[in-house]
């Protein structure tokens, strides 16, 4: 049994995501921003090298530019620029809610090499895309902002005129492996997971191109777009490729049984996060496992207990109301 929740922001804190003055609290770091979700809750049985169970699942990742997400603040708050200003949108989000079986195996092959797979078939409650991308310039000599974005989205709770009725769940298989390696002093590991198709039939999707020229804000502050934003609803049995996420280590063994390794996580959009952990496994039965982690992209330390087959894992940026990063892990195992 394991009850998770993983979320981080790079450019706003958690507790402002959904606030109506987000805009004020937001810090972008330079270059690509990432923020996600990986909510989980799973029940299985081990027989063997074999396991079955059942997940629910709550998974998204966005991916935006810094330049993107200074535009939007900028755009929210009215303020005009003092010179003249150009940026590149480029705002990627994938994200999907769903729940069903998972099976898996382990397979021991020998000089210490172990390799796994697991599967998971879900009915999805949600699933949702959104791409945004394109120039945006501001010319002080005119006031005027000049937009040439493109925007595709595809979610289940799109509204629009004329819509169809659409399946109301979808469905999602998913996958993963991985390949580990252990030796007296050494050990390593090579692990994907969470790819697969997803689709669902007639599900509402939207493409649209706003490509202006506008005079800068009306009486009260706001943008005036003069035509337009052109678009094109649609429906259609939709199926996407989930792209891959990954995760490498690499550790040695010290005395008193102490081990130090460099782990890699990889999200879709080529961002990766790595990390630097200290273990200390329990001795043995009934005593007290320990773990420590910084994890470098997030800013975060991680902490983790692990005693009877319980396990507990937390993290946190100790940024208070402030935190971007918050992470929380209970897991529990027998052998019956």
Same mark, same amino acid.
């Given at each position: ?93 994938? @994200?999907? =809610?769903?729940? *069903?079986?998972? $099976?898996?195996?382990?397979?021991? %092959?020998? #000089? &210490?090499?172990?390799?796994? !797979? ?59 492996? @991985?390949? =580990?390696?252990? *030796?007296?002093? $050494?050990?390593?590991?090579?692990? %994907?997971? #969470? &790819?697969?198709?997803?689709? !669902? ?136």
């Amino acid at each position: 049994m394991q009850v998770q929740t993983d979320q981080h922001n790079d450019a706003l804190p958690l507790a402002r995501q959904g606030d109506r003055h987000w805009e004020a609290y937001l810090a972008p770091r330079a270059g690509r921003n990432a923020a996600w979700v990986d909510d989980r809750l799973l029940v299985q049985r081990r027989w063997g090298d074999w396991q079955l169970g059942f997940t629910a699942r709550n998974l998204a990742t966005v991916v935006a530019s810094e330049q993107a997400l200074s535009l939007a603040a900028q755009v929210a708050q009215a303020r005009r620029p003092a010179t003249d200003q150009a940026w590149q949108a480029d705002v990627h989000m994938r @994200g999907f =809610a769903g729940l *069903g079986p998972t $099976a898996g195996r382990r397979h021991a %092959l020998g #000089d &210490g090499w172990q390799a796994h !797979w697991d599967v998971q078939a879900l009915l999805l409650t949600r699933w949702r895309e959104r791409d945004i991308s394109g120039p945006v310039q501001f010319a002080v000599a005119t006031g005027q902002y000049s937009f040439n974005l493109a925007s595709q989205e595809r979610d289940n709770r799109l509204k629009f005129p004329f819509q169809q009725p659409f399946a109301a769940h979808g469905t999602g298989l998913l996958a993963g492996g @991985g390949l =580990a390696w252990e *030796g007296t002093k $050494a050990f390593a590991s090579l692990g %994907l997971r #969470d &790819g697969g198709w997803l689709a !669902w039939r007639g599900q509402p999707a939207q493409q649209a191109v706003l490509n202006t020229a506008t005079q800068s804000t009306d009486a009260n502050g706001f943008l005036i777009y003069q035509p337009l934003v052109q678009g094109q609803n649609s429906q259609g049995s939709a199926a996407r490729w989930m792209p891959w996420r990954g995760q490498v280590q690499a550790g040695i063994k010290l005395e008193n049984g102490h081990q130090l390794a460099w782990q890699a996580d990889t999200l879709p959009g080529g961002i990766v996060l790595p990390r630097l952990q200290w273990r200390l496994p329990a001795p043995q039965a009934g005593a007290w496992g320990w773990q420590a982690d910084w994890r470098l992209h997030e800013r975060s330390l991680g902490l983790g207990a692990d005693w009877q087959g319980w396990q507990l894992r937390l993290a946190s940026d100790g940024r208070g109301a402030s935190s971007r990063t918050r992470a929380f892990s209970l897991a529990y195992g027998t052998a019956y």
